[in-house]
């Protein structure tokens, strides 16, 4: 894959999972990285240990749902490294899992919030230090498979979800006449925190009996392997691809 040296990445929901492999990522191919969350020792660690391989990498404490705070995030990069080519919109929440007749107004704003009206906050305002940049840029905002899937129990997740759908095909649409290529990423079952809360929820045993009966892969993916499809479109080598949706699932939507 291309080389990203002097190139600068900014990662939300960089303190965990996905996110903080997707730094990881970025920066072993020599790509200075922005990390962004809201815990704030989990974003140094992974600076400190980013900065202790050559590389180098810098943090501010953010929510994504709080529109200054994004603001100030992105202002952060440009004021820091000087440029920002590429953004991972991947801050995300699974929120309260429970049946609609038990999910109150707060439940759902929580989730919308943060997946939804954070993807487009951040979106809002990364395009615009890109195109006064003047060289271009790609984002990736990162969805699931309940982007394409109902969810029972998370129906905010999966609206969310979905809605990030819509939002990366319009604002592609936007910014790739432009120079700024947007997609989205749609992970399966994936094993973070996100997915050991999940496995508390439901129960071990009916993950595994999906992981073992529906994903093709007979596992879980690991963060590492999604954090390659993200820079897979970021890089020159996806020049060409824009305002579409890339799984990695292990087969699981095609069988479920
Ligand atoms: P995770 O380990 O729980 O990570 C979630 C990240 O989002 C954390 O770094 C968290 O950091 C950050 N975050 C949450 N709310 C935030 C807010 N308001 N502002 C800023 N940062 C916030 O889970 P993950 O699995 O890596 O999830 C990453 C993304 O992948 C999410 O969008 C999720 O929906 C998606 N995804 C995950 C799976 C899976 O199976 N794991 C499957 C499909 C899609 P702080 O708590 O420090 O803010």
């Keep these: 894959m291309s080389d990203m040296t002097g190139k ?26 922005v990390l962004a969350a809201r815990r704030e020792v989990e974003l ?19 929510d994504v749902s709080i529109a200054k705070d994004v603001e100030r995030m992105v ?25 609609i007749t038990d999910l109150s107004e707060q439940d759902w704003d929580r989730v919308l919030a943060t ?10 305002h990364e395009a615009r230090v890109m195109l006064a940049g003047g060289h271009g840029g790609a984002i990736v905002n990162v969805g699931s498979v309940n982007s394409f899937l109902g969810f029972p129990g998370g129906s905010a997740y999966a609206a969310s979800k979905h809605g990030q759908i819509g939002l990366t095909t319009s604002v592609s649409a936007e910014l790739a006449p ?11 079952f994936v094993d973070t925190s ?10 071990d045993e009916i993950v595994d ?3 073992s009966e529906s994903v093709h892969t007979r596992r879980a993916g690991r963060p590492d392997e999604i954090a390659q499809a993200i820079v897979f479109l970021c890089s ?10 890339l799984t990695p699932d292990g087969g699981f939507t095609l069988t479920v």
């Design 44 to 62: 140094a660690t992974l600076a400190s240990e980013i900065e202790a391989q050559g590389e180098k990498a810098s943090f501010i404490v953010t």
């Design 8 to 33: 600068v990445a900014l990662i939300t929901g960089a303190s965990s999972g996905i996110g903080r492999a997707t730094s990881k990522a970025f920066a072993t191919r020599g790509a200075k990285v």
């Design 209 to 211: 009996k999906i992981l």
């Design 75 to 99: 202002a952060h990069a440009i004021e820091t490294f000087g440029r920002l080519d590429y953004a991972v919109n991947n801050a995300g929440i699974e929120g309260k899992i429970a049946n």
């Design 194 to 203: 996100m997915h050991q809360r999940l496995r508390g929820l439901l129960g």
């Design 178 to 188: 432009l120079g700024i290529r947007v997609n989205l990423v749609c992970p399966g």
């Design 236 to 245: 020159d080598e996806a020049s060409y691809i824009s305002g579409t949706t």
């Design 115 to 124: 997946n939804l009206t954070g993807t487009f906050l951040c979106l809002q």
